[in-house]
Each structure stands twice: as structure tokens, then as C-alpha cells.
């Protein structure tokens, strides 16, 4: 399993940037897909989870302004971030998770997003 992210860059504050993370190899058609990031000096964080069947869970810092989807077809994710904020910029990074007799967790590279003020 491989997870390409793409689409981060440099972005002034109020502007809006869209992710993508292609996914390939064997993968359940159960699973739950989601966007995390890491600013420099803190840990990486949750931004917003979504699983097989489209339910999705956002952090408080980015509701209302960012939007999670997934086109299973292509086996791509997506994140569409409007309204930025300087305290967005990290570096983003995409996850896949799923059961096959345990948990398994893979990891994209992580894709550069930074807001200037």
C-alpha cells in the first residue's frame, strides 16, 4: 500500500489550497482515510477523518472551514481548505488505516502547506 499527498504550498491568509492523497495497492473496502498535520515544535494532530462509508469528524480548529471528502473510485482523498489561517501552516500529512486480522496503518509523505499573514 502507497499514499502519494500533493497540492500544499504557499498561500496568504483567506485564501484556500486543496489537497490530494492517491492511494494504491490492496486495500479493504472497508477503511478510514484522514488528514493530520505538524507544525514545526508541536505534535502531529488530527484534522479531519473520514471513513469508507462517508462519515467524517473535523478538529474544532478547522469546522466550518475545511472540508474532507474521498472519491473511492480513484482511491484519492481530498482536503479543501478555505478561509487559511498563518496557524495552518504544517506540513500535511494523509493516512490510511484498516483491519486485516489487526490494525494497519500507513502513512503519506506529507505535503508543505504555509500561510502567510
Known amino acids: 500500500v502507497q499514499l502519494q499527498a500533493s497540492g500544499g504550498g504557499l498561500v496568504q491568509a483567506g485564501g484556500s489550497l486543496r489537497l490530494s492523497c492517491a492511494t494504491s495497492?490492496?486495500?479493504?473496502?472497508?477503511?478510514?482515510m484522514g488528514w493530520y498535520r505538524q507544525a514545526p515544535g508541536k505534535q502531529r494532530e488530527l484534522v479531519a477523518s473520514?471513513?469508507?462509508?462517508?462519515?467524517?469528524n473535523y478538529a474544532d480548529a478547522v469546522k466550518g472551514r475545511f472540508t474532507i471528502s474521498r472519491d473511492n473510485a480513484k482511491n484519492t482523498l481530498y482536503l479543501q481548505m478555505n478561509s487559511l489561517k498563518p496557524e495552518d501552516t504544517g506540513v500535511y500529512y494523509c493516512?490510511?488505516?484498516?483491519?486485516?486480522?489487526?490494525?494497519?496503518?500507513?502513512w503519506g509523505q506529507g505535503t508543505q502547506v504555509t500561510v502567510s499573514s
Open positions: 493516512k490510511l488505516s484498516f483491519w486485516r486480522l489487526r490494525l494497519y496503518d500507513y
Open positions: 495497492g490492496s486495500i479493504p473496502i472497508t477503511n478510514t
Open positions: 473520514i471513513t469508507s462509508a462517508g462519515n467524517t
